[in-house]
T-cell receptor, first 110, second 113 residues
Framework: RKEVEQDPGPFNVPEGATVAFNCTYS??????FFWYRQDCRKEPKLLMS???SGNEDGRFTAQLNRASQYISLLIRDSKLSDSATYLC???????????FGSGTRLSIRP | DTEVTQTPKHLVMGMTNKKSLKCEQH?????MYWYKQKAKKPPELMFV???????INESVPSRFSPECPNSSLLNLHLHALQPEDSALYLC????????????FGPGTRLTVL
């Protein structure tokens, strides 16, 4: 079983739709959680860190459920520019190490 | 607008060549990382330097040799590579705070002929 699992997609949704991504992780010692976004042939960029209390940044909302070892990302009112691969990432502070999920491809159509 | 820079952007090398990839960060971070990314796959960790010391080597073949001359610079020396080593090589840095957010450079796209 992979340490971090995501639905690979692709998700193809119309502009303005709401889309949700889910991610599960297997190591209960995980201490930090992130969503990164990666455009084609570019580097991953940090979208947001994820906290147990949940956090929101504009149209993006991230949730963490430690009991279920589950992370989610919700994108509201999607824009064409949201088309990218979204990477779920889990970190282990003691090892300075992060583990990437395989990524979920999102395509927003006009 | 990235604060992690990498050179060169593209590199083509033969299997007998020796080349180096360079990375520099300007955020005062104390940890730096090398990742390898193949097409349609997530980044794979290769090496971690913490406080200028190698702390993690993910069983990377010796034809890849990292070097951290100071807290801002990270190099990856390449020698006798194979065509399957062709990939995007990403450098990242973090400040080792509790959350350990990592910030990536734009990468070097390497082709081994």
């Amino acid at each position: 079983r992979k340490e971090v699992e995501q639905d690979p997609g692709p998700f193809n949704v119309p502009e303005g739709a709401t889309v949700a991504f889910n991610c599960t992780y297997s190591n209960s010692a995980s201490q930090s959680f992130f969503w990164y976004r990666q455009d084609c042939r570019k580097e991953p960029k940090l979208l947001m860190s994820v906290y147990s209390s949940g956090n929101e940044d504009g149209r993006f909302t991230a949730q963490l459920n430690r009991a279920s070892q589950y992370i989610s990302l919700l994108i509201r009112d999607s824009k064409l520019s949201d088309s990218a691969t979204y990477l779920c990432v889990v970190g282990y502070s003691s090892a300075s190490k992060i583990i990437f999920g395989s990524g979920t491809r999102l395509s927003i159509r006009p | 607008d990235t604060e992690v820079t990498q050179t060169p952007k593209h590199l083509v090398m033969g299997m007998t060549n020796k080349k180096s990839l360079k990375c520099e960060q300007h955020m005062g971070h104390r940890a730096m990382y090398w990742y390898k990314q193949k097409a349609k796959k997530p980044p794979e960790l290769m090496f971690v330097y913490s406080y200028e010391k190698l702390s993690i080597n993910e069983s990377v073949p010796s034809r890849f040799s990292p070097e951290c001359p100071n807290s801002s610079l990270l190099n990856l020396h390449l020698h006798a590579l194979q065509p399957e080593d062709s990939a995007l090589y990403l450098c990242a840095s973090s400040d080792l705070r509790e959350n350990n957010e990592q910030f990536f450079g734009p990468g070097t796209r390497l082709t081994v002929l």
